[in-house]
């Protein structure tokens, strides 16, 4: 692809949930080096910085208006609820597709390193459509993150969801992937397993990962756990496999326990096994009620799609013509 034919208008997009601690800092930060790649070329002066307040009972919001009332480069989206980071990162992206070339979701913390843009803005002028952001190190969290983060990467590859071993959600799309983003319309939304599925020429940028610079993690154990049955239900039909797979086995097993039965009592064998009696229908009653709960998982989730509701609601945008 020819260098100079694409669009270099970037949109940073940041999800703000509960952010007041460390979102001045940030918003400069990001100014910062948004300013210096314009400056150089790489990025059109059009750019901007794009925060989604995703319902933060703080002052985030607040600081959100400040920041665009001082300097056109800063916009922002304002959702009526807190509606998760992922619907947060999609409201932000879809707004940018209309004004943007590329988009970039990047977390409020600055955990990850800003510094990768310049690699992300050159694998699109390579004429990648999608950039992933890959971290090279887990040192920076703590012993259970790293342990649910990384059995939540197994699980998933287990259940039949592959995912990008260590990719977030820090990640370019180009205004291409951002339409055929637009194109899907699911409500249970996980990007980090879709996005691949769409095809595209992609490439990775690595990057380190720093501690969060104020306030503390906004994915607390139960949005964790969420996400990731979110994200199985929504990219595999495989635990529903596993079920029919354990039924028939089960059902197998039974057979030839019957035969045994019926030898017995034909030979006159004396009844006893208490226990195993009840270790199996204890077993076959847990078995049973967990397989009804993963088919119940889906079942909630047809529920939720064919309502059709929005996936999230703004209550206000605030975005300015720069001046250039
Ligand atoms: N976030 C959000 N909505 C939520 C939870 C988090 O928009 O319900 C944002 C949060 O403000 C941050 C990003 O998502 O910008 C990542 O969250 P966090 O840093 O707390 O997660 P961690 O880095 O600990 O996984
Ligand atoms: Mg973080």
């Known amino acids: 692809m ?9 949109y940073l997009v ?3 949930y509960n952010e007041e601690e460390g979102l001045e800092h940030a918003a400069r930060v990001m100014r910062d080096k948004v300013r210096r790649l314009a400056a150089e070329g790489q990025i059109s002066g059009k750019s901007k910085i794009m925060f989604v307040n995703d319902g933060s009972r703080d002052g985030t919001w607040k600081i959100i208006s400040g920041l665009c009332k001082e300097d056109a480069v800063f916009c922002g989206i304002c959702f009526s609820r807190n509606y998760g980071h992922q619907s947060a990162i999609l409201s932000g992206m879809l707004e940018a597709a209309k004004h943007a070339d590329m988009a970039v979701t990047i977390d409020a ?4 390193d800003i510094e990768a843009l310049d690699q992300f803005i050159a694998c699109y002028q390579r ?15 703590g012993f259970f993150k790293k342990m ?11 259940l039949g969801c592959n995912v990008m071993q260590n990719h977030a959600d820090y990640r370019l799309l180009s205004k291409a992937a951002l339409q055929a983003l637009m194109e899907y319309k699911e409500v249970n939304l996980f990007l980090r397993g879709l996005i691949p599925t769409m095809g595209f020429p992609s490439d990775v940028v690595y990057f380190d990962v720093k501690k969060r610079e104020a306030g503390h993690s906004k994915y607390t154990l139960k949005k964790m756990l969420a996400l990731a049955v979110d ?4 990219m595999s039909t495989r635990p529903l496999r596993m079920i029919t797979v354990w ?11 019957i035969v045994v039965c019926l030898v017995d009592w034909m030979i006159g064998k004396n009844v006893q096994g208490y226990t195993t009696t009840l270790v199996v229908s204890l077993l076959m009653g847990g078995l049973t009620i967990f397989s ?33």
């Not at 913390?109 to 990850?112: A, M």
């Not at 039924?247 to 326990?257: N, P, R, W």
């Open 127 to 141: 004429g990648c459509e999608v950039v992933y952001g890959v971290r090279n190190n887990r040192d920076t969290d």
């Open 14 to 16: 940041v999800p703000c």
């Open 148 to 158: 649910t983060a990384t059995g939540f990467y197994k699980l998933m590859g287990l």
């Open 2 to 10: 020819d260098m100079d034919s694409r669009g270099n208008i970037l």
């Open 247 to 257: 039924g028939f086995l089960v059902s197998m097993f039974s057979m030839v326990m």
């Open 109 to 112: 913390d600055l955990q990850q």
């Open 292 to 324: 009804l709960g993963v088919v119940g998982e889906y079942v909630g989730k047809i529920y939720m799609e064919t309502k059709a509701r929005p996936r999230y609601i703004i209550e206000a945008i605030i975005w300015k013509e720069g001046e250039e």
């Open 231 to 234: 994200g199985i239900t929504s």
